[in-house]
């Protein structure tokens, strides 16, 4: 099998397929948001949950010109500046049309749900164009549309749909055509696009560690300060103009036990608790793969390091939210069907895992039965990674013409 060459699926199949499962995450979205939540809920209004209003808030401030202080829309904006940006037709059109919003006060029937709603879950189609890519230069693409069904089950789905994080599914979508350039052979571009990933969602760093491992040993700083480049012009320009607000944000981010499955180590009666201090673990997970994996580019290797880097995330979160799983999901499914030419194990797994979140047993038996799940579900990633066995057949890398 051969890397970087001819593909029988040519890039318009790529990007039909990618649209017509943007098309059904819409029609997921808005039925899930305007039917089926109200039904089940007996809410008697739409089930948009608030953490989707967050970037719409800051995007208001990007729309007229207030880019800088974005992290005054809220304080419960913590994340990177791209997607209110993306977001400004949606801020533009609210404002010309005077559409009211559901957040920070709760309305039952938010009229400017009906562009942002569209608008949010139409984005999701990046993460299928990235996801058939990377499946299609992987050689993986056979079933041609497993991968795609994947991502939308575990990834879009609970991330976009249920939670409102678009952010993450893009990040996503940018790490897979990241590591898809590494695989070519393509070390700046990589590192362009995690920047890009990294400006959507901060857990985006992580995977860095090991994007500049897998490169040339003469490429490595040139592909640290590319991966850095963008983040670091955007990020700095809030920090410098408001560090009040953007350094709360950014660097003393924080997290609301009561709203989530807390960590053992947090206490049951705190509200509020410091995010960043912990999350360091989290980096130290990333350090060691990366220095572990250095200058190995087996494809089945590197989804394992990254799925396992992601996933490792979560040990060191003070709260744990379901669509925190998505970004190892993506990838952890892409691992399986290189190792072992299925799906199955991982959509298996991580559904239940997904759907526990949503049961709130005291948390020491939580983390238990979550932590046992979680074991399952990387198992084969993380024999792949002590192992250094690359979880496929040998292949041989051509470069890109």
Known sequence: MAFGGEHPCNESGIRRSAIAFGLLTVAIGLLYTLVVGPLVEHSGGWWIVPDAWLPLRASSFVANGALGYIYQSTPLFENTPLLPILLVPVALIEQLLRLVEGFPIPVPHPSAWLVYGPYGFALCTVVFYAARRLATELGIDRDRLGAQVGILVLVVIPAAVVWGHYEDVLALAFVMLGIRA????????????????????????????????????????????????????????????????????????????????????????????????????????????????????????????????????????????????????????????????????????????????????????????????????????????????????????????
């Not at 989530?260 to 980096?283: C, D, K, M």
């Not at 190792?339 to 997904?354: E, S």
């Not at 039965?369 to 979880?391: E, H, I, T, Y």
């Open 182 to 401: 590494l695989l070519r052979r393509r070390s700046l571009s990589a590192a362009l696009l995690f920047g890009v990933a990294i400006l959507f969602k901060q857990w985006a760093l992580l995977g860095v560690p090991l994007l500049i491992a897998a490169s040339a040993p003469d490429e490595r700083r040139r592909v640290a300060a590319a991966s850095l480049l963008l983040p670091g012009l955007l990020v700095a320009f809030p920090l410098l103009v408001d560090w009040p607000h953007a350094s709360v944000a950014l660097i003393w981010a924080r997290s609301y036990p009561q709203a989530g499955h807390r960590a053992l180590w947090i206490s049951s009666t705190a509200r509020v608790v410091a995010a960043n201090p912990e999350r360091v673990g989290a980096f130290f997970v990333a350090l060691a793969v990366g220095w572990w994996l250095r200058g190995r580019t087996e494809p089945g290797l590197l989804l394992a390091g990254f799925g396992v880097v992601f996933l490792a995330r979560l040990v060191f979160e003070p709260v744990v939210f379901a669509y925190y799983l998505c970004p190892a999901l993506g990838l952890l499914l892409l691992h399986e069907r290189v190792a072992t030419g299925g799906y199955h194990r991982t959509m298996l797994l991580g559904i239940c895992l997904l759907l526990f979140f949503a049961i709130h047993p005291p948390e020491p038996i939580w983390w238990a039965v979550a932590v046992a799940l979680g074991a399952m579900l990387c198992g084969p990633a993380v024999r792949d990674v002590v192992s250094r066995a690359g979880g496929a057949v040998p292949v041989e890398v051509v470069p890109a013409s």
